[in-house]
């Protein structure tokens, strides 16, 4: 799995996408509107979970403090980074609060591991596919896309 660096927040925030085969149009770019999306699916689809404690566990912190998301748009959540995508499937924004570390992240040579307090990643709901991923200490605004859901069994 080749990723690829999209963007940063005040060199807070550093998103990664998957494979470009897997994802057509993941070049930074997209709509200054977000689209909200509400509705809950309940009760959280167990690949929403099992993805969470793989990729908590991956990153270095198998048992996150605390873990909430939301229901909403790949460009909706890309926006509240900061990021831009093309394409716009629904998706679950995950966030993962704990010690992680990204070392498969590519960066300049010699420089760090991203490190930080929480583990932000998008899952498409149709192909369960991840699509972003960053780790971070910047605290995203779930609320701003719909309403915030504790993920239970983290």
């Known amino acids: 799995m080749k990723t690829y660096l999209w963007g940063s927040l ?13 994802f057509p149009n ?3 770019t997209g709509s200054s509107n977000p689209v909200k999306a509400t509705k809950l699916i309940s009760p959280v689809p167990a ?14 912190d198998a048992s ?7 229901v909403t748009t790949r460009q909706a959540a890309n926006q509240l980074i900061g990021a831009h995508v093309k ?3 629904p998706v ?13 992240a590519y960066g300049p040579p010699g420089s760090s591991d991203p490190t930080g307090s929480m583990l932000v990643f998008t899952i498409d709901t149709v192909t369960h ?6 780790v971070t200490n910047y605290q995203p605004q779930l609320g701003k896309l719909s309403p915030v859901h504790p993920l239970p069994g983290i």
């Open 26 to 28: 993941h070049h930074a």
């Open 47 to 60: 690949f929403v979970l099992a993805t969470a404690k793989r990729l908590a566990t991956t990153m270095g």
């Open 10 to 22: 005040a060199g807070a925030l550093v998103l990664f996408g998957v494979s470009a085969s897997s």
């Open 129 to 134: 596919q991840v699509l972003d991923l960053g």
């Open 92 to 104: 679950f924004l995950v966030v993962l609060h704990g010690h992680f570390i990204d070392r498969n």
């Open 64 to 70: 996150p403090t605390a873990a909430n998301y939301v």
């Open 87 to 89: 394409s716009n499937p």
